[in-house]
């Protein structure tokens, strides 16, 4: 970047799909003048950071990706029904290319920390490039998932083989071929990663500390006739997408599943099943979110699965999770994942049955009191989710109060886009907004578009700050949790409840319902046509 200009409009920080679109929106839709900082040395955020072997997508591909390029949309053509990572970058670079956005970014910057001025009303940015710049508008696209978590494992530090972090796997890749691997961890990361793995190395030691309910990917080229149906359809598709619970094709089946007799339930489960994806998940019967009976149930139904697959009864013992819900954890999905345990050179060791992890060692791992040695050790550790990356940005609002000082006990925002005492700080699919519960470019999109209606009411009306409300945010965080102590995602120790770090404070992460994104998306848009209920504008 040649622009050695300090004062913006805007200054938004991540270039991945949110940053991109932001930028978008707000130069060529408004004209604004745009800065965005990107730690990474190219766009793409997620897919240029998780280059792990066997990293896609778990949304189908015609729907996870930019809406707004209606052509884009036509003449792209993705080759599996889940991309995989280089596929996924390759296509955000084409956006990059095609809308002149790499101008506007400066890469390998970092936002260390933000202060909103009182008196200009101007966000002061510095980054870890030494600069400092200004503007009205802070956007932080900094992602729900991009703030790695590598847990404080004693010992890491005199391990002599190499070890490395899924999210920041390095270019080029890792050759596990005739290696001793260990992965730990067991999300939705690793069950991509260990199939993958396992067919490389001489001996891959999986290390568990909680089962996970995983389902079929299926994925595969997707018939040529269903795609040009799609696309000559795609303005439906879109629309159907905004308005659904999840920003998918997906609806619940409009009956408890305490109401059915076994056999019809099992034929609908066998049909979400073989239909593969996030199905079993988003489209099942809607009681097993809510009642405990009927989420075991569904869970049955999985444990049957897994018990049918692993041929070791041992081994499919620990794989069956236990003591949560089904659906409460991000789903998995599972490509030859519990095929994976019957090979010969594939261990699993759980922590509840064989001991967790005490230490890394210069040769490997100790765990329940044994030695394992290892030349690799993969750890598939998750994220310091949503609230991480923007506790991270260091910002201080009015009265030079922390945002990691307000969000102690966990985080406060109205509608997951702005924060009380942060005036003209907005936070795309930030905490307490749909973000990780949906099809995530779906609840992008949405934010991205009413960021930019807002700062264009804001510049017709002549106002030069927004912020939201105590009341507002007190009402909305309340709501929040209301909706979701009446399902049973609160009894499962996730990464939604903070609960994947130790320390972090439990609360529920992003906002469940009651109408999914499509009435979020009502709520936002009548709160902006009720001249921004909840915001104090000046
Ligand atoms: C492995 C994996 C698979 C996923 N699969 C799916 C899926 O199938 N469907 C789905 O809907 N979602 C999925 N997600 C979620 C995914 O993160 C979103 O779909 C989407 O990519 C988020 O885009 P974003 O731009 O909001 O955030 P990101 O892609 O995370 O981009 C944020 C960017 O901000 C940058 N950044 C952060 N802090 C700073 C700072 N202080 N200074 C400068 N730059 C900063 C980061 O470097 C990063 O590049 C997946 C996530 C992961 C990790």
């Known amino acids: 970047m040649a622009d050695t200009t300090s004062q913006f409009d805007a200054v938004v920080v991540g270039a991945g799909f949110s940053g991109m679109y932001m930028l978008k929106a707000l130069r060529d839709r408004l004209g604004l003048k745009v800065r965005v900082c990107e730690a990474g040395e190219t766009i793409g955020g997620t897919w240029y950071w998780n280059r792990y072997p066997g990293a896609r997508c778990d949304s189908d591909s015609y729907i996870y990706c930019f809406t707004w390029d209606k052509q884009l949309l036509q003449e792209w053509e993705w080759s599996e029904r889940y991309p995989e990572q280089p596929e996924i970058l390759r296509y955000l670079e084409h956006v990059a290319q095609r809308h002149d956005l790499k101008r506007d970014i400066q890469f390998d910057t970092r936002v260390t920390g933000a202060e909103f001025d009182e008196v200009t009303r101007l966000w002061r940015v510095r980054t870890d490039t030494g600069g400092e710049v200004t503007a009205s508008f802070l956007i932080a696209a900094v992602g729900s998932l991009s703030d790695t978590n ?31 691997v260990a992965v730990v961890g067991t999300g939705a990361t690793a069950v ?3 199939p993958e793995i396992a067919q490389q190395a001489k001996q891959l030691t999986v290390f568990q500390r909680t ?41 619940f089946i409009p009956k408890p599943v305490l109401a059915t007799t076994p056999e019809e339930r099992e034929r609908e489960f066998d049909r979400m099943w073989d239909a593969g994806g996030f199905a079993f998940w988003l489209a099942n019967y809607q009681d097993m979110f809510f009642d405990q009976k009927a989420n075991d ?33 991000r789903q998995p999905l599972d490509t030859n994942y519990y095929e994976t345990f019957n090979k010969d050179n594939v261990l699993l060791v759980d922590a509840n049955t064989d001991g ?140 939604y409840m903070s609960a994947n770090i130790a320390g972090k404070p439990r609360a529920f992460l992003p906002y469940l319902g009651p109408e999914g994104v499509g009435g979020y998306r009502r709520k936002c848009d009548e709160i902006a046509a009720n001249g921004y209920q909840g915001f104090a504008l000046a």
């Not at 899924?166 to 071929?177: A, C, K, L, M, V």
């Not at 598709?237 to 659904?244: A, F, G, L, M, W």
């Not at 791992?365 to 940005?393: C, H, N, S, W």
């Open 150 to 180: 590598l847990p404080p494992f004693k010992g890491l530090n005199q391990f002599k083989g190499k070890w490395c972090h899924t999210s920041r796997f390095p270019q080029g890749g890792i050759d596990f071929t005739g290696k001793r």
């Open 192 to 194: 991509q990663a260990i």
């Open 211 to 251: 089962a996970n309910y995983c389902v079929p990917a299926r994925n595969g080229k997707v018939d040529p006739e269903l795609v040009k149906a799609r696309k000559a359809a795609y303005e439906g598709v879109v629309e159907r997408i905004k308005d659904s619970f999840f920003g998918f094709e997906h609806y």
């Open 297 to 329: 149930l569904c869970a049955d139904y999985i444990k049957r699965k897994i018990r049918k697959t692993v041929k070791d009864p041992v081994v499919a013992e620990k794989l069956i999770p236990k003591g949560y819900a089904y659906g409460t954890k």
């Open 356 to 495: 967790g992890i005490e230490e890394i060692t210069a040769t490997g791992i100790r765990a329940g009191g044994k030695e394992y040695e290892f030349d690799i050790i993969v750890f598939a550790t998750g994220f310091d989710a949503m609230t991480g990356p923007l506790k991270a940005l260091n910002l201080k609002g009015r009265g030079g109060r922390t945002l990691d000082r307000q969000w102690a006990g966990g985080p406060h925002t109205y509608l997951g886009v702005a924060v009380a005492g942060f005036p003209n700080l907005f936070t795309i699919t930030g905490p307490q907004s749909p973000s990780v519960l949906s099809n995530m470019p779906v609840s992008i999109e949405q934010h991205v578009e009413w960021i930019t209606d807002c700062i264009e009411h804001m510049r017709k009306t002549g106002k030069t700050t927004i912020e939201a409300t105590p009341e507002a945010q007190d009402q909305w965080v309340a709501h929040v949790n209301e909706i979701v102590n009446q399902t049973l995602m609160t009894g499962a120790n996730s990464w």
